[in-house]
DNA sequence: AGTATTTCGGAGTCTTTTCTCTGAATATAA
DNA sequence: TTATATTCAGAGAAAAGACTCCGAAATACT
């Protein structure tokens, strides 16, 4: 389905940076995600509680309640979401699924490919929220002007 | 769970370059292929059936059947492989499953993934199975010795 | 011709992932 | 205090992916 992501860590991530954007602290309800970023309510709750839980977020019960950053937005790094929700193996497992992945008996992609997937791990632990948060030029990020 | 390719797909490439390490067209059965790179056997015989379908193998019933390569090996990419299973929509969807990727209004990771896939793309259009064969130090794939 | 070996085709099962529901608990505001 | 908005927790349904089974057709060997 998905290459390199889960569903599951693609929602986390638009919705960790979708908290980047707004201010700091401010807290967004389950709700606004899911209506902005056409996530699934139940399923985008789930992954923030955990998300919560690995204190990348923060929750608060209650009216304007809702999820906010634990971190200052610069300190999360896409890695960390990844990390969180998928895992990292990928960063040491072979790309044929062979039981071990090392320079001694390599499978026929293993040179190649642990260059790329060592490109692809300096990309996400070089990406923080912050940068991504700017960087986001999708329409479901952008403020909406009062009526 | 695997990145980038999925089950299906990581056993057709394991078959198919196991194919082209044989001397070309020789037959090899279901039966041998389960045993030496330990794949369901009813599995694999249904991702070469398919294979054959499309073209990258042959087919033959009966004692002494079995599949093998229906091109030279320097033919078949490794793109060829991944295009008949999973196909290649990744080389043109974003990694955050917004419905469109371009370069306007681009999601956050957009302009350093673009390049990543390139890259990885261009890895599997460059690699045929005759090198993957060459390159593959793994010990299921080394012929054995008669005792 | 008969038997054993192998692919073919389709249906069926098991497992994991994705997504939903429900009933709490907690906090805010009137 | 009461009503309301929200997260929390765990179970459950649906869909997708991985894997199995079976009966039939083709081929090779005796
Ligand atoms: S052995 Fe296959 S990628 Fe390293
Ligand atoms: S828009 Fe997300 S990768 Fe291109």
Not at 6 to 10: A, K, P, T, V
Not at 53 to 56: I, Q, R, S, T
């Given at each position: 389905m998905s290459i390199l992501f889960?569903?599951?860590?693609?929602y986390a991530i638009k919705a960790v940076v979708y908290l980047a954007v707004k201010k700091d602290g401010e807290r967004v309800a389950t709700n606004e995600l899911t209506r902005r970023l056409n996530i699934p309510y139940h399923f985008v709750a789930k992954?923030?509680?955990n998300l919560t839980?690995?204190?990348?977020l923060r929750s608060a019960k209650g009216p304007r309640g809702g999820f906010s950053?634990?971190?200052p937005a610069n300190e999360i790094t896409l890695f960390d979401i990844?990390?969180?929700i998928d895992g990292t193996a990928f960063t040491r497992s072979c790309l044929l699924g062979f039981p071990?992945?090392?320079g001694k008996n390599p499978c026929s992609v293993?040179?190649?490919?642990?260059?790329q997937r060592e490109s692809i791990q300096e990309m996400l632990v070089g990406k923080?929220?912050?940068q991504l948060a700017r960087d986001m030029k999708k329409p479901e990020y952008q403020s909406r002007r009062k009526g």
């Open positions: 889960s569903r599951q860590c693609e992954i923030l509680q839980k690995k204190g990348l950053l634990a971190l990844v990390d969180a071990e992945c090392s293993h040179n190649a490919w642990a260059l923080n929220v912050s």
